[in-house]
T-cell receptor, first 110, second 116 residues
Framework: QKEVEQNSGPLSVPEGAIASLNCTYSDRGSQSFFWYRQYSGKSPELIMFIYSNGDKEDGRFTAQLNKASQYVSLLIRDSQPSDSATYLCAVVSGTYKYIFGTGTRLKVLA | SAVISQKPSRDICQRGTSLTIQCQVDSQVTMMFWYRQQPGQSLTLIATANQGSEATYESGFVIDKFPISRPNLTFSTLTVSNMSPEDSSIYLC?????????????FGPGTRLTVL
């Protein structure tokens, strides 16, 4: 059974701080890794994807991948109250075969 | 990314009835995906809908319960049949991002279904 694990939270950070969201996965054959943001009552919105080891930066967001440790993370710098949402990690094994984690709820405190 | 719409956006249904959810995309896509998100849970893939062929269902989902149509490259429907309260969920369709080899998907706004 392929699994993706996330801490459900809530993760509370003060405004302006760095939020660190973590995800582990079980399938070593996983090829692509995605972070989605989901506001309450809304559908998931793609934030970033990463497919090779190391860091990938996009604005305030940095995705980090370590395939040896089967670990992917998302850093949000200068966190804003508008970043408060559930963040879903998704891992792809095979074409478009997404496996989602249960999500981490982030609360950014003003 | 493609613009995706779903109808209805929400519905309240009686047990034993069926509901058909529509998904419309503003561009042609080979694959469309249907997901379920139960309350407080993450997304689970129900099936992949390919135009011109039978849908491919994931383990735990069967065609009799969730029949899918894919009449063309911009449209698909998912029917939730003989509903029970356990079917209360958000149902989402998604499509692949265009021109990328990295398997990203984009989601429609979802259909919130409550079964009484």
């Amino acid at each position: 059974q392929k699994e993706v694990e996330q801490n459900s939270g809530p993760l509370s950070v003060p405004e302006g701080a760095i939020a660190s969201l973590n995800c582990t996965y079980s399938d070593r054959g996983s090829q692509s890794f995605f972070w989605y943001r989901q506001y309450s009552g809304k559908s998931p919105e793609l934030i970033m994807f990463i497919y090779s080891n190391g860091d990938k930066e996009d604005g305030r967001f940095t995705a980090q991948l370590n395939k040896a440790s089967q670990y992917v993370s998302l850093l949000i710098r200068d966190s804003q109250p508008s970043d408060s949402a559930t963040y879903l990690c998704a891992v792809v094994s095979g074409t478009y075969k997404y496996i989602f984690g249960t999500g981490t709820r982030l609360k950014v405190l003003a | 990314s493609a613009v995706i719409s779903q109808k209805p956006s929400r519905d309240i249904c009686q047990r034993g009835t069926s509901l058909t959810i529509q998904c419309q995309v503003d561009s042609q896509v080979t694959m469309m995906f249907w997901y379920r998100q139960q309350p407080g849970q993450s997304l689970t893939l129900i099936a992949t809908a390919n135009q011109g062929s039978e849908a491919t269902y994931e383990s735990g989902f069967v065609i009799d319960k969730f029949p899918i149509s894919r009449p063309n490259l911009t449209f698909s429907t998912l029917t939730v049949s003989n509903m029970s309260p356990e079917d209360s969920s958000i149902y989402l369709c998604s499509v692949p991002g265009g021109g990328s080899s990295y398997n990203e998907q984009f989601f429609g706004p979802g259909t919130r279904l409550t079964v009484l």
